[in-house]
């Protein structure tokens, strides 16, 4: 979304407001590697404001601080999120396709060990402030919602009647994947991570039901028959 604003807008003449939006989404992009490379709490205002090739005035004209540019990021990762499984939902018409692809995508998630840390740093940051804990807290609401929304869909769609509501289980979702993530960063060796794949499939099985696999179709049945 925000690359995309970037390509569009600087293709013809800007608006006042147009060039703000460009300039808030060049830090934005760039904000990303400067936290993944210093943490949070050693990035510096200047070196955000370099890396997006701005100054430091321009970073406060758009930012009142990092907090609210780390917002801005956690949200474009919400959005990256929910693009990344609609297109699940695009490109796989059958329920089973949708449930098998979601999983590959899920278990996979535990890669991110970067963005865990960060995560994990700015959630104890935030329980020392109030307001920023609220904003934090409605963002998590949101991330919240893209998960539930698709369970409720996939759910729907497939036929399928859970024990536990979407949300219940987009929480336990979430909560497993953090948990996983901040043991991703204990080792690295190639059979820890295999076991941290396995084991978000393993949460992914035990809590979103499957559809059951297709029966065989009359003329599939008379093949075994006939063997």
Do not use: H
């Not at 990092?66 to 956690?74: A, H, I, R, T, W």
């Not at 998630?109 to 865990?116: D, E, F, G, P």
């Not at 609220?134 to 998590?140: G, Q, V």
């Amino acid at each position: 979304m925000y690359s995309d604003t970037i390509l569009n807008v600087s293709r013809r003449r800007l608006t006042r407001r147009e060039s703000q939006q460009l300039t808030r989404a060049k830090f934005i992009e760039s904000a990303e590697r400067v936290f993944a490379r210093a943490g949070f709490d050693a990035a510096s205002v200047e070196q955000l404001a370099t890396e997006a090739n701005f100054s430091r005035g321009a970073f406060y004209s758009n930012f009142r601080s990092k907090d609210e540019l780390f917002l801005e990021l956690l949200d474009k990762k919400r959005i990256e999120t929910r693009n990344a499984l609609d297109a699940i939902f695009r490109e796989k018409k059958d329920a089973n396709g949708r449930f098998r692809a979601a999983r590959d995508w899920y278990a996979d998630q535990w890669q991110q060990r970067t963005w865990t840390v960060l995560r994990t740093e700015f959630n104890l940051r935030a329980l020392r402030k109030r307001a920023l804990k609220k904003r934090l807290s409605a963002l998590w609401q949101q991330e919240l919602d893209v998960y539930s929304d698709l369970l409720a869909q996939y759910l729907l769609e497939a036929g399928l009647t859970p024990a536990e509501s979407p949300r219940t289980i987009a929480v336990s979702l979430l909560a497993a994947a953090q948990g996983l993530g901040m043991l991703s960063m204990l080792g690295s060796d190639a059979a820890f991570e295999s076991t941290l794949a396995e084991s978000r499939r393993l949460a992914f099985d035990r809590l979103v039901p499957r559809p059951p696999d297709k029966a065989p179709s009359r003329r599939q049945r008379g093949c075994k028959e006939k063997r």
